[in-house]
């Protein structure tokens, strides 16, 4: 199964922009699509965007326009450049499959604090 180790989260300012990695093992990334999830305090993981094997993106509406997400296979890493951050993009950030459940295995994540 993957295993995965966010990093790049850190404390902006609103407007800021903040660029997350992803170093995924156990799996060949470039058989997978990939995605970036979120979960804010009291509130459930939702998905922020995802990246399939051929590099093709689809993002949540409430990102859409301010974060890209990329790939470098080679690397087995998946990026989440993230602009225009807003107060509501606060969250433990984390990537995984496109397929992975509750049941899967995650990260730590990566803390993201946008916050003047």
């Known amino acids: 199964q993957v295993q995965v180790v966010e990093s790049g989260g850190g404390l902006v300012q609103p407007g800021g922009s903040l660029r997350l990695s992803c170093v995924a093992s156990?799996?060949?990334?470039?058989?997978?699509?990939m995605a970036w999830y979120r979960q804010a305090p009291g509130k459930e993981r939702e998905l922020v965007g995802v990246?399939?094997?051929?590099?093709?993106?689809n993002y949540a509406d409430f990102v859409k326009g301010r974060f890209t997400i990329s790939r470098d296979n080679a690397k087995s890493t998946v990026s989440l450049q993230m602009n225009s951050l807003k107060p509501e993009d606060t969250a433990v950030y984390y990537c995984?499959?496109?397929?992975?459940?509750?049941?899967?295995?995650w990260g730590q994540g990566t803390q993201v604090t946008v916050s003047s």
């Open positions: 990246i399939t094997s051929v590099g093709s993106t």
């Open positions: 156990g799996i060949l990334i470039r058989f997978y699509s």
């Open positions: 995984n499959t496109a397929s992975a459940s509750e049941r899967s295995y």
